[in-house]
């Protein structure tokens, strides 16, 4: 949503992981998952997220 | 995001054509990625070409896995790793480029020259529309943000981003100033849009959305004078989000949507509602600071200063980051509620120290000014 970003910074939920994820996903590693991009020559998909 | 979209089974294709990587930003440890990679909102998704560290794609808020599925594909195409023939539109691209870079002004306006040439049938038609409605909202051309919404809300009103072009739409049309002559019509267009997706299926739409989007039509009937109107759809709004908990498999996802529900329950005036569900999530979640943080709200909303102390007391044990602000200053305002202007000051004198120790990437010096002021005595 646009402007209630800021209101819904507070509201958008997700409360820990499920541990059950499709995609393998490393966590808060950005040299590593570089690395391996270039390495298998992949782009990354960054997902940023906040714990609240 | 976490608890619905990267769990599902469809998304098994796409495992091997990207690296996966998620950053919790609050951590202090992802400050410098967050130097490079800045964001405006939670979640933030990137598509990133690794040779040159280049963002090629980048997409904002929360998108269900339909929606998912098209940035991948279009984030693989401009990584230059398309698969499926199309080439990426030139247009679209150069939107793209300003977009990812953070200069919404020129996103906005690259975004508007695309949607002029592209068919509304083009699969990245619903991407470069909410793409370009936060560009224009974020560079606060609210006029052309609500007219770009009304436009596309017809082309878009059965696909998944329904809810967020309505809803994107209405709050550009309230943040428009009551003197501008075009304001009224957009505001009751785009409040018809909204009604519109929420008496509607509402199929293949994503919880957080069309909860955002009852939260901004309570505050359309609001800014009406409609009180009871507000309160029929605030109730409505509550009502919903208790369904989805209920339909949880797991903690998770049950607890998925305590922050919406407790903001429906404190604009209902009923924050007794929401103890039980955050009493059951801070069980199951015992090192999760969400849970007694939300408390603290609940019991300063019915005036029992001690049991919010505590709750808070519990969720700064567990917090970090800049979220600890948010608990820190809620902490203040319930002992200025209590008539304790001391105990206030004093934590926020905690609260200026701990915002000018986190990193500058995880702090806004407009932050940091606000709590300057709290501190400056009374003129």
Redesign the interface.
Known sequence: MLSTAAILAAALASTGLSGKEVLPFIADDYPKALALARAEGKPIFLETWAPW | ???FV????A??R??G???????????R??A???A??P?????????????A?KV?LKY???ATVPQLQRI?DD??RA?G?GRDGRKSDELLAKADAFYAAGQNKEAAEAYRAALKGMARSSPSYARAVESA??AL??SRQ?ET?AAVAKDAFEHLKSSPSAA?VA??GL??A??LDKTVPSRAALVSDLARDVSEVLRGPRTGLAV??V???Y??FAEERDAAGDAAGKTKILEEWAAYLEVEAAKGK????R??????RI?AYLALGQPERGIPMLEA?ERD?PD?Y?PP?RLALAYRGMKKYDEALAASDRALARAYGP?KL?ILNVRADIHDKKGDAAAARKVREEALAWAEALPKEQVSERQIAALKKQLEPPK
């Open positions: 995001m976490r608890a990267f769990t599902d089974k998304l098994g796409q495992a054509r990207f690296v996966w990587l998620s950053i919790n930003t609050e951590k440890e992802n410098a990625v967050l490079k990679y964001i405006q909102a939670s979640p933030t998704l990137f598509v990133i070409d690794p040779a560290e090629v904002v808020g929360g991948l984030g693989a990584a790793h409605l936060f909202s974020s609210h943000c967020n809803g994107s709050d550009c309230l943040a957080d959305d909860s955002a989007l939260q901004t797991t903690p998770e996802a607890a998925a949507f305590d922050a919406h903001t999530s979640f999760d969400n943080a979220r948010v």
